[in-house]
């Protein structure tokens, strides 16, 4: 394993310009966008997840991540793996998987305090999982996602007060997806000393993201998203020049895609 690849990724976070994170959902969308130039890879836990037939956010495609995670490593750039929760409310395990996958080459993770059921993990029990996930991986990095902006009814008056803890626990960066007011970001900018990163949303400027000193953007399962909207416009084009357009695809729609009576979800 090259030891550089780790202090490359870190780097890139401290950057003159925002590292812009594009999330592939297999091999062929990651190499793609590496040969496009892009200097880090990550992957979205939601293109994974429907790939594979399986609901996001449940843990049910540790196994699939990782499969994915040790052929994405090969890959020529930093590359850092969505990892939900961590597919475990135990500390140990979540630890056992991240030096596992820094083991195998990969740069970083990203771990979420937000559950499918719509709750927040106590910060507490998050802040033993980042510090089991540090100690087992030291030069690992770690992107603590908070979902006081993600999920419905959340407090985003948390928002600061979990990220600072996060990063007491020894998280490299945090990720504040579904902030969208240019204002609060710069605030979160000035207040945390970790690196921001927040989620790519129509309405969003990269230059005006720069301008506030936001050190990663993410792109989620948005290209994922608009592969599906693509495939669908161009089979329905090809069945009916007249169709309709199907439109993009929402994080619901290709949610339920996995949740139907003909998906692969857990009982």
């Not at 925002?18 to 793609?32: E, G, I, Q, V």
């Not at 069945?239 to 994080?251: F, I, K, R, V």
């Amino acid at each position: 394993m090259d030891d550089d690849r780790f202090a490359h990724f870190r780097r890139l976070h401290h950057a003159d310009r925002p590292l812009l994170l594009p999330n592939a959902w297999d091999h062929a969308s990651a190499a793609a966008l590496v040969d496009r130039g892009f200097a880090a890879i990550g992957t979205t836990s939601l293109g994974v997840a429907a790939a594979a037939g399986l609901p996001d956010g449940t843990g049910a495609t540790r196994e699939q991540t990782l499969a994915l995670a040790r052929g994405l490593a090969r890959l020529p750039v930093p590359v850092t793996v969505d990892i939900e929760g961590g597919f475990s409310e135990d500390p140990g395990q979540v630890a056992e998987l991240a030096a596992e996958l820094a083991r195998a080459g990969v740069a970083g993770v990203n771990i979420e305090d937000g559950r499918a059921d719509g709750r927040l993990v106590p910060v507490g029990h998050q802040c033993e999982v980042i510090e089991a996930a540090k100690q087992a991986a030291p030069r690992l990095f770690v992107n603590a996602r908070t979902d006081t902006y993600w999920l419905a009814d959340a407090p985003t008056g948390q928002t600061l007060r979990r990220a600072e803890a996060y990063q007491r626990a020894g998280a490299d960066g945090v990720f504040v997806p579904g902030l969208t007011d240019e204002d609060t970001i710069a605030g979160l900018v000035r207040d945390l000393d970790a690196p921001l990163n927040v989620l790519y949303a129509p309405g969003l400027s990269y230059e005006r993201l720069a301008e506030s000193g936001v050190a990663r953007v993410s792109t989620g399962s948005l290209l994922f998203r608009v592969a599906l909207h693509s495939a669908l416009r161009t089979a329905c084009a090809i069945a009916d020049p007249a169709a309709a357009d199907p439109g993009l695809p929402s994080y619901a729609d290709t949610q339920a895609l996995s949740l139907g009576a003909w998906g692969c979800a857990p009982e």
